[in-house]
């Protein structure tokens, strides 16, 4: 009888004993399990920070690009608006130019007729001027010429 207890005592034991040691196993699989979840979870948050510095990088890239596409297209439109003033501001310089020039040439005409308005206003003067001085050399001759009459009528009266 003591074998039997030896062997329900052992039987109970080597129980115990693979219990212990299937959750030995079972904990130790746990452990590996989490072990490689956060190894995983680790590689994953690794990755997505990769991902992210990289998605940063090529959003600026993307952008810096963008920005270069957008002023050369500005500079193109400034290139045209300026040409487009410029030759405005020729057409116009050229107007007012022409302007001046036909101001110019009035100008001289007009010097020209003052010139001979006053060439003519200074003859009729000078004419006027002879046309006086015979009068009054006639009326000196005429008072001349009565002053003698009176100054004899007077004479003659007085003898």
Known sequence: MSEKRHSR???PMAAEDGLLLLQSQALAEEEEAKTKGE??????????????????????????QWRTVLREVKDKELRQDIEILSQTFARVMDCKDSVIESLATDLEEAEEQHAQALRSHLYNIDRLLQLQHCRLTCLEEGYGAQLEALKMELEAERY
Not at 40 to 62: M, P, Q
């Open 39 to 64: 190894m995983l979870t680790r590689f994953l948050k690794d990755k997505l920070a990769k991902e992210e510095r990289s998605s940063t990088l090529n959003l600026h890239k993307l952008r810096t």
């Open 9 to 11: 005592v052992a039987a």
